[in-house]
């Protein structure tokens, strides 16, 4: 640990609906052998935006426990033959984020570690990120950055502007480049992945189109956001990274609730955490 003490540390995380799941497997792994509770800076956006928020405040268990709630009620969260609202994310933040497994807010906001949750400005196109060190409503941030375009179909008023998710804001890229900004020198960043369907590709291109100018130019190619990660580019070469993301073929599905396919996907990502020899490295 005493290479870490004088390099700002920071998780940083993808979206990835469903498959954020990974995330929690991970954090809980990270817990287990690091006992890293506390890192500096913790980044991320859409699904994994309430696990590292459970996270910083220190509820651990209920990093896994939202997801077996999802499962047990799957059809109250995932229906596709609701069409207008597919994925329904005032079900998943108002029900469980807020009321089944509340969130110590207190805590979250008195952290001494920076949480920075990532959604998109749907006027200007551009990513907002909002932080525990100012006093923003943490049920809207997490509900903004969840806000899924075509599953869900809204968008979350915070302050006097528009949010919602996009490819962007639910990047690993975008992130990574938000905590080098930030000053993080070593960095862990899971890459939540996931088979991007041909549903999914041209439906959020056909939604695209329909966008204001703004908007569009700054997702120009929405599919690089979803696939591999440029690390290099993304932190530049005098920060260390270590990545984490699942085998593709047995990844998490995007908007699945299987209860299997959640439990399999958290154990994956605990046993990477464990297993890492580069975190070994990082951590020595």
């Given at each position: ?23 929690s497997g991970v954090l809980k792994g990270l817990i287990k052998k690091y006992n890293l509770k506390k890192p500096d800076i913790v980044i991320g956006s859409s ?238």
């Amino acid at each position: 640990m005493n290479r870490l003490k004088n390099n700002k540390l920071a998780i940083v995380t993808s979206g990835g609906g469903m498959a954020c799941s990974y995330t929690s497997g991970v954090l809980k792994g990270l817990i287990k052998k690091y006992n890293l509770k506390k890192p500096d800076i913790v980044i991320g956006s859409s699904g994994s935006a309430g696990i590292i928020s459970y996270y910083v405040a220190g509820q651990y268990d209920n990093m896994i426990r939202g997801w077996y709630e999802l499962s047990s009620q799957k059809r109250k969260f995932v229906n596709p033959l609701r069409f207008w609202k597919i994925m329904d994310i005032d079900y998943l933040v108002d029900e469980i984020i807020q009321k089944k497994y509340p969130l110590n807010v207190d805590r979250i906001q008195n952290s001494k570690t920076k949480l920075m949750i990532s959604a998109t400005d749907y006027l200007k196109g551009r990513v907002k990120y909002f932080s525990n060190f100012h006093k923003y409503d943490i049920y809207k941030v997490i509900k903004a950055s969840k806000s899924l375009p075509i599953a869900y179909n809204r968008k979350i008023k915070i302050n006097k502007d528009l949010y919602c998710d996009s490819p962007i804001s639910s990047s690993l890229s975008e992130n990574l480049k938000k905590a080098v900004e930030l000053g993080a020198k070593k960095i862990i960043a899971i890459h939540n992945t996931h088979p991007v369907t041909n549903i999914i590709f041209y439906g959020y291109k056909a939604w695209l189109s329909f966008q204001n100018k703004n908007f569009r130019n700054n997702h120009p190619r929405p599919l690089r956001y979803l696939k591999n990660v440029d690390f290099k580019a993304a932190v530049g070469p005098k920060v260390e990274i270590v990545s984490l993301k699942p085998e593709l073929e047995s990844s998490q599905q995007f908007i699945s609730a299987n209860r299997n396919q959640i439990k399999s996907t958290i154990k994956a990502g605990y046993q990477n955490a464990v297993r890492n020899k580069e975190l070994e490295k990082l951590f020595s």
